[in-house]
């Protein structure tokens, strides 16, 4: 086949096609950009077929492209994507979790406050926890030393990633069911038995001093973190109307984004843990400080959430990224 011939006998439909391609159409229009763009498709395999690469069949295929991106869409930007995500997604994922994240924060205060007090209230449980001067050592310079023995950025950057760790196994393992529980019950307990020691030497109110400025944000985190994790193991266990396969990929994708975000909320917990926490500041200030960080995120949770949950917003991919989803009726 002579490409030239063929170019000379098909330009104006492909002149047409690239100019359906750049205009504005009506039903009519789509219709025969959708003729011609199969008709096109077929000239250009016939070319490839005949006489392989050309400079006739790169002119067409970038006809075709471009017609492509006309029927197909186009993904957007990196700052498009970038904006949408903190503006629309991740407060919306954030939104649904609110409620299972509150009774996590009461059950996970429970267990702590309870095993402090099952521990403190017998010595001899006390006891098992270490030799009489470790404990003491602990109470008297371990917990609080803790915070000021490396430099004010390089614990921050160990709690930072500590913490985002565990953030982001409780969301990425959560349809397991298991991790997100075993993981805040462990800490639970932690926290609880490091109260009790405190308690035992009659130091309970410097460990609460401690752990508000930074633990405010930082445990909310967690229990977000929980939250999702559940909540991605509850798709698979009552999908719906979805096929188990459909729910979890839905509240992936959706609740993943949690992960992501938190990895931002818990860099701000971790600056004020690394450079508030532990050094020279007014109590008071330090709680504040604390307490504002909180706040921060809250707002973003269920104000800007709560816009986002109701514009229609689920946290999950848009549809061009997702994938037309199956329809059903019903």
């Not at 462990?186 to 490091?194: L, R």
């Not at 266990?237 to 839905?250: D, I, M, N």
């Not at 706040?295 to 514009?311: C, D, N, T």
């Amino acid at each position: 086949m002579d490409a030239d011939a063929l170019t000379d006998a098909r330009r104006a439909e492909w002149e047409r096609l690239d100019e359906l391609s750049r205009a504005r159409l009506d039903g009519a229009g789509v219709d025969e950009l959708i003729v011609r763009y199969r008709a096109a498709s077929a000239d250009l395999a016939e070319l490839k077929t005949s006489v392989g690469d050309s400079p006739q069949g790169a002119y067409l295929s970038t006809i075709l492209v471009r017609a492509r991106l006309r029927l197909t869409g186009a993904s957007d930007s990196i700052l498009t994507q970038t904006a949408r995500f903190f503006r629309l997604q991740l407060p919306a994922a954030l939104y649904r979790l609110r409620w299972t994240t509150l009774v996590i924060a009461v059950a996970f205060i429970a267990v702590a406050v309870g095993t402090a007090a099952w521990i403190a209230s017998d010595p001899a449980l006390i006891a098992t926890l270490g030799p009489p001067d470790a404990l003491e050592q602990y109470a008297d310079e371990s917990f609080t030393g803790y915070y000021t023995e490396n430099a004010a950025a390089t614990f921050m950057g160990m709690v930072w990633t500590n913490n985002a760790w565990i953030a982001m196994q409780c969301v990425l393992f959560g349809v397991t069911g298991i991790w997100p529980v075993y993981m805040l019950v462990q800490n639970a307990m932690g926290i609880g038995t490091a109260g009790a020691i405190m308690a035992a030497h009659d130091k309970a109110d410097l460990m609460v001093l401690y752990i508000l400025p930074h633990g405010m944000l930082e445990m909310t985190c967690i229990f977000v973190a929980g939250a999702a994790g559940l909540h991605i193991f509850w798709a698979w266990v009552a999908p719906g109307h979805r096929t188990r396969g459909e729910a979890l990929a839905e509240e992936g994708r959706a609740l993943a984004t949690v992960a992501i975000g938190l990895i931002f909320a818990l860099f701000l917990s971790g600056l004020v843990e690394g450079f508030v926490t532990g050094w020279g500041l007014p109590w008071p200030v330090k709680i504040g400080i604390g307490a504002a960080a909180l706040a921060v995120f809250l707002i973003y949770m269920l104000v800007i959430g709560g816009r986002a949950h109701r514009a229609g917003e689920t946290g999950d991919l848009v549809e061009y990224e997702a994938g037309t989803p199956r329809l059903i009726s019903g």
